[in-house]
């Protein structure tokens, strides 16, 4: 270990630029897990009612009623997006790479690079945002923002906001399971139910700020194509391999110059083709960056 984070740490000092390639392995190491403490803590109720065991599963459960379906999903919204991460994974990372030349493409919708302080140009959320809803068709591509709404129906379900964004449920009190009638979003155009601006399908709104977005992305790969680049991946695991892992390894391979490097916990890998230019590092993410 201590030899692959010195190499790693030689690599990192010697690139032109850094391309971070995120996945959910990094908030995980942040505290934004999805089961244990935290799923029983905000989902208990959920959990006794329907016997899911984790947040994701929560998700995709077919509720009786609108009303019901954002109950459950504005707290997973609130503690996902608009609630701090438990560590400070992403501070270390901006930390690492805040003076270098960088830009991060992530399949995360939880908003934590920005908190961090990543500048919001260097940053292509590939896979949506949990503060942005879209019209459930949907009928035009258009996302809108839910901070205020969200806010407003955890609230109803009896839950205070502390001071520090913290929900809290005021002790002796049971959360109530639906979220009024007027609180549930329609569209503005067509009037259907809005959705979560999260790609599940091929529904999914690729707004004008996603293509902007895609565009700075491209743009800063082929700018530095031919220099001295270091591919970071943090978290990345074989869900959607497409949009960071493979990309990364078929950017190195046509590029003599650059370095891939994997920081994961119990899945890394890199192709025989990148190896000599690969370094893969199977720690916790979390120690791995506080170490560097």
Partial sequence: MDGQLKKLGETLAEADAVIIGAGAGLSASAGFVYTGERFERYFYDFAEKYHFKDMYSGGFHPYDTLEEHWAYWSRY????????APK???DKLYELVKNKDYFV????????FQKAGFDKQRLFYTQGDYGLFQCGRPCHPQTYDNASVIREMVKAQGYVIDTDGTLILPEGASPKMAVPSDLVPHCPKCGE???MNLRADHTFV???GWHRAAGRYR???RRRQD???LFLEIGVGFNTPGIVKYSFWSMTSEN????YVCVNLGETCAPMEIRDRSICVDADIGKVLEQL
């Fill in 77 to 84: 919204i609130y503690i996902n997006r608009y609630m701090d």
């Fill in 88 to 90: 400070a994974v992403y």
């Fill in 105 to 112: 493409v992530t399949t995360n919708v939880d908003h934590c």
């Fill in 193 to 195: 139910p809005m959705s």
């Fill in 206 to 208: 690729e707004d004008e």
């Fill in 219 to 221: 743009d800063f790969l």
């Fill in 227 to 229: 220099g001295k680049m």
């Fill in 256 to 259: 003599p110059k650059a370095a």
